[in-house]
Every structure is written in C-alpha cells, then in structure tokens.
C-alpha cells in the first residue's frame, strides 16, 4: 500500500469521527436547549402557581364536595373541615371512601366528616343523595361540583341513555344543584363551586348535537362538557342574582391524580399522560387550591358568574361568554333532566 492509500485512508477515517463528533455536539446541544426549555416551562408553572391564602373558618357550616374521596376533591373536603366545615363528601366506590373518610378526619383534627354514595351516571343516584342531604341537613353553605371522569375511548351510555361523560360531567351536577338550590337558598349567604376546565376553549357547543349523540370523540366529549359547566354557572348565576347565592366556575390546572380512567389512545393523549403531566402537572393540594379560594375567600361573597385560575378572577374563551349559547344550553339541558325525571 503506497503512502497515499495510506494518507487517504488516515484523512476518511478522521472524517468519519468528526462527523461522528459534530452528530454528538448537535445532540448534545440539542438535549441541553430542550432541558433549559423544559426547566424554564417548569419554573414558569410553579411561580405562577397561586394558593389561597384565606384565614377564613367555616364553623356552623356544611360543605357538601363532590368526588371526595381522591384528587383535588379529597383536598378540597379536607381544607373545608380543618376549618370547621360540617363537610359531606361524595364517591362511587365506598370501599375508597372509607379510607379517605378515615385519613380525612384524622387530617382535619377530628373534624365533622361524613361520605355518602354517589354516582353521577345514575339520576337515580343523584335523587337518592339530594333526598338524604334534604331530609337530614338543615343547612348546606356550599356546594362544590367537583365529581368528573375522562372520556372513554368510544361513546358509551348510561342506564339513563345520555353519553357518559357529558352526564358523568354536566347533567349530573346540574341535576343535583337543582334539586339542593332551595335548601342553599334558605342556607344564604351560600356559594356553589363548580369545577370546570380550560379545555372548555377546545368546545364549540352545536345546539343539535349538544350530548354529542351524533359526532363523538373522546377529546370532544370532555371539553364539551366543560363548556357545558361554564354556560351552566354563568346561567345560573343570572337566575340566582338577588339570592345571595353565588355560582362561580374554575380551571384547577393539569394535576396529578388517578382522573383518568382509560388508558390514552391517542400520541398527543399518551404524551399529554405521560410527559407533560408528570413533568408540569400540580399535585392535588395544588391542584385543590382555586376551589378552596372560591370556598372561602370574603372578598368573592358578591361575586358570581365568573371563571377563576390560580386564585383569582379569569377570562374564559369568547364563545363561553355567548349569552345565546348559554341559555340554548340551559333549555337543553333542563330539557334533557325532564324527559328523564318524567318517564
């Protein structure tokens, strides 16, 4: 092999290892920007995070919190107690409750905490609850619809007939607020917390198919519900003025917590899952904090039809402001619990 052979084999094999090399530098280049990015993303969430700062006791007063027994819910019920609060919490699963029900009044100092059975895929359910709660309280203070699910994979009904999740979401709660508005009434000055979500912007609601009966996907059927629980608060919060009941809506932030009952189907719901989630979701005190603002906070005592993040006041999507949308929202909705209640 003559020298040049030799030389032009020396001067491929360096080429080969830098190209190697500038292929690691970019990698390695590319990895830092995108952790300095992610750090960055992280650190903005947590400064951004509010929490409530409320001294207020709740002494006298009955809280009923729906879907207590997890999540944001559990942090919910158990700050109402440790400040005094008569708290009814609810859940599907009573094995479940049992053990909140436990750690609960251990955590709020031996507080006054009972659970109750509830399953808002079941009207039924529903009626039994807000028949117990009217028949035993001679008050409730507060009432925070809390309880929600996912979205299933593929649409799916109740036994009443509805879409699981806008009844799971929307008509269950609404059913329920109906059925308790006199006793909160009769409660005043009381406030109803009804947890929403900034999906709601994602909804557009079509009054033809507003329980998605025709059109479904799972990423579909969980914003419109969250739209649907905006139009209801902000609807009902124009009925109630002059009540001293207020309605408010809230967006409590991505958290960590057993919401999601099916595994996700889709990359940007598996990435939402599983990256973005654990990397930048709240924990469920964090999570809990803007419901128990809405709860507590004495400034809010006059405030009502409004959408809250991070402990205090927000602006929801324009379309969740359309006064037309709301009420056609409403008319189907309480159209929708009367044919039911009816048959």
Not at 134 to 163: I, M
Not at 211 to 238: C, G, P, T, W
Not at 320 to 334: G, K
Request: glycine residues 6%.
């Amino acid at each position: 092999m003559s020298s040049a052979d030799v030389e032009d084999e020396d001067a491929a094999l360096w080429a080969f290892l830098e190209a190697i090399w500038d292929t690691v530098v970019f990698v390695v280049r590319v990895a830092i920007i995108a952790f300095a990015l992610t750090f960055v993303a992280w650190l903005y969430c947590r400064l951004s995070q509010r929490r409530c700062k409320c001294t207020t006791r709740l002494d006298g007063k009955t809280a009923l919190v729906t879907g207590g027994s997890t999540g944001i819910g559990y942090e919910t019920a158990k700050a109402l107690a440790s400040r005094g609060a008569r708290v009814i919490f609810t859940c599907r699963n009573m094995q479940v409750g049992q053990q909140a029900l436990a750690a609960m009044t251990e955590a709020s100092g031996g507080g006054d905490v009972v659970l109750k059975h509830l399953d808002l895929c079941s009207l039924a359910s529903v009626r039994r609850l807000a028949r117990d709660i009217l028949e035993n309280e001679p008050r409730l203070d507060l009432l925070v619809n809390n309880a929600g699910r996912s979205a299933p994979p593929r649409r799916t009904l109740t036994a009443d007939g509805f879409e699981t999740t806008i009844q799971s979401n929307h008509l269950g709660p609404a059913l329920l607020t109906s059925l308790l508005l006199d006793l909160l009434k009769r409660s005043a000055p009381s406030r109803i917390v009804v947890v929403s979500s900034m999906v709601h912007a994602w909804a557009e609601l079509d009054p033809d198919d507003a329980f998605l009966e025709h059109h479904y996907s799972h990423s579909r059927a969980y914003s419109v519900s969250k739209l649907l629980n905006i139009y209801f608060a902000r609807e009902l919060a124009d009925k109630l003025r002059g009540e001293q009941v207020t309605v408010n809506a809230l967006h409590p932030g991505l958290v960590k917590s057993r919401f999601f009952r099916e595994p996700p189907t889709t990359r940007f719901a598996k990435f939402l899952r599983y990256v973005v989630i654990p990397i930048f979701g709240k924990s469920p005190s964090e999570g809990a904090q803007t419901s128990i603002h809405l709860c507590l906070a004495p400034e809010l005592a006059h405030t009502t039809g409004r959408y809250f993040m991070e402990c205090r006041e927000a602006k929801p999507a324009a379309h969740a402001l359309n006064p037309v949308l709301q009420r056609q929202a409403w008319d189907i909705t309480e159209q929708a619990l009367n044919e039911r209640l009816c048959c």
